[in-house]
């Protein structure tokens, strides 16, 4: 009977209020996964380094780069469309114009306003030459992890590399970061 009490009134306890925590810094939920400060530290650094590539930092013109989906091969459960974007925005804010970005999310909406234009259906002052740019050069990146769990505990370890290719297939950056995490119990991430 007590023990049934004891659970009644641990279920009955106040819910924790929300709070708002810094999407750079550890909160105070943690676990030993890829978490938002992990991705933010990743990326400034990226962007940090990318500027510095000889090709980039002495171009007479900014390059035009393109951005490829984030791989995933590690084990932990990862939004890698957030991860992209985020890598997207980051390099974008912090380049300080030395380079440029293709985005192709939107090019099927570009090519049917195109074909609307050649038709006629539409008119403006974007009807002059709506050539689509190319790329020089492709960035991507890539998760990779191992994790391990006894009685001790759980440890994970991350390794997000990034890697700027040009269009000969030569790569002529890399840099990575690392990430090595343990504790007593694992948070579920979804």
Do not use: H
Request: hydrophobic fraction near 40%.
């Amino acid at each position: 009977m007590s023990a049934a009490v004891a659970l009644l009134v641990g279920c009955s306890s106040e819910p924790k209020p929300v709070s708002y925590v810094d999407p750079n810094a550890q909160g105070s939920v943690a676990g030993t996964g890829i978490e938002s400060q992990d991705i933010n530290a990743a990326v400034l650094k990226a962007a940090q380094s990318i500027i510095n590539v000889p090709q980039i930092a002495s171009a007479k013109e900014p390059p035009i780069v393109i951005i490829t989906p984030v791989l995933n091969k590690s084990a932990s459960p990862i939004d890698t469309s957030l991860y992209t974007s985020v890598l997207r925005d980051t390099l974008l804010n912090n380049t300080g114009g030395k380079v440029r970005f293709i985005d192709r999310t939107q090019a099927g909406f570009n090519q049917r306003e195109q074909q609307m234009l050649e038709s006629g259906e539409v008119s403006g002052p974007a009807a002059a030459n709506r050539a689509a740019l190319t790329y020089n050069y492709i960035l991507t990146a890539e998760l990779q992890g191992i994790s391990m769990a006894s009685a001790q505990g759980q440890s994970d370890y991350f390794r997000i590399s990034f890697k700027l290719i040009n269009k000969n297939d030569e790569l002529l950056w890399t840099n990575a970061y690392q990430i090595k995490k343990e504790g007593q119990e694992n948070a579920v991430y979804r």
